[in-house]
C-alpha cells in the first residue's frame, strides 16, 4: 500500500518544476539561511506534493505543489528561528485561514483576496494583516498579487486585531486579547487555579488536589488572582 502512495519521482519531473521551486526558494532569501539550503527543502515539498497529487481536486499542480513547496521551507524557518512566542490563537487562527484558502481555491481557481478573508472570519483587514504577521517572522508574507509588499518582519501589534462587526454571544477579539494579556501577567500558580477552576470548570477541591495545595489556598490564590485581573483589565480600558 505504502509503494502505491509513494511512487518513485523521476529526475525529469524534478526538472520541469525546477524553475517553481527556485522562484519559490528566492521569497525566502531574506531569511538568514543559504539559498541551496532553501532549494533543498523545496524539492522536498515539490516531491511530497507529486506523489499526494490528486487530479480529481480540480486545482493546477503548480498552485498544489508551490503550498507544500513554501510550507516545507517555511516550517523549517519558524522552527529553527522563531523566538517569540506567538499566542496559540493566532497560530490556531492561521491554521484556519490555511484551510479557508485551500479550500477557496479549490472550489473557485483562485486566491481568496484580503477583504475576502477578512469576511470569512469577522476581521478588519488591518486586523488579518496583523495576524498573518504572526505565521512567518523572519520573511515577508504576500496573501495574493494585489497585497503584496507589507512588511511581516515585526512581532503583529495585537492591539490592531479587531472583529468588523460584534455578533450576539460572542465576546469580541479585542476583548480576548485583552484577557490573554491579563492572565500571562498573572504568577504561574495563579494562571493554574485560574485555567483550572474558569476554563476546565474543576471545583475548588479537585484544583487542590491536581496542585497538591489544601482547598483554602486555592480560594486565596483565586481570589487573588481575579482581583489582580480587574485591575490589569481595568487600566487597560483606562488607557484606550
Not at 504561574?188 to 482547598?215: G, H, P
Request: proline fraction near 2%; glycine fraction near 2%.
Amino acid at each position: 500500500m505504502e509503494s502505491d502512495m509513494y511512487k518513485e519521482v523521476s529526475d525529469e519531473q524534478i526538472l520541469k518544476f525546477k524553475p517553481l521551486v527556485k522562484n519559490i526558494a528566492c521569497k525566502f532569501k531574506n531569511s538568514g539561511e543559504p539559498l541551496e539550503d532553501l532549494e533543498q527543502l523545496g524539492y522536498i515539498g515539490l516531491i511530497n506534493a507529486i506523489n499526494l497529487y490528486n487530479q480529481k481536486r480540480e486545482v493546477k499542480f503548480e498552485t498544489y505543489a508551490s503550498w507544500f513547496i513554501s510550507g516545507e521551507i517555511r516550517h523549517y524557518i519558524r522552527d529553527k528561528h522563531q523566538t517569540i512566542r506567538i499566542p496559540h490563537w493566532i497560530t490556531e487562527l492561521n491554521r484556519k485561514i490555511d484551510e479557508y484558502m485551500v479550500n477557496y481555491k479549490e472550489e473557485t481557481k483562485q486566491t481568496p483576496s484580503l477583504k475576502k478573508i477578512a469576511e470569512e472570519f469577522n476581521l478588519t483587514e488591518e486586523g488579518v494583516k496583523e495576524v498573518l504577521k504572526a505565521r512567518d517572522v523572519v520573511h515577508t508574507v504576500s496573501i495574493d498579487l494585489e497585497n503584496r509588499g507589507y512588511d511581516c518582519n515585526e512581532y503583529p501589534v495585537l492591539e490592531k486585531i479587531k472583529n468588523d462587526h460584534y455578533k450576539s454571544f460572542k465576546l469580541p477579539i479585542e476583548d480576548l486579547i485583552s484577557l490573554e494579556l491579563a492572565l500571562n501577567k498573572l504568577q504561574n500558580l495563579q494562571r493554574k487555579v485560574i485555567n483550572y477552576i474558569f476554563i476546565k470548570d474543576l471545583t475548588q477541591t479537585k484544583t487542590a488536589k491536581k496542585l497538591a495545595i489544601s482547598q483554602r489556598q486555592v480560594s486565596r490564590i483565586k481570589n487573588d488572582a481575579l482581583k489582580a485581573l480587574k485591575e490589569e483589565l481595568k487600566s487597560d480600558s483606562d488607557t484606550t
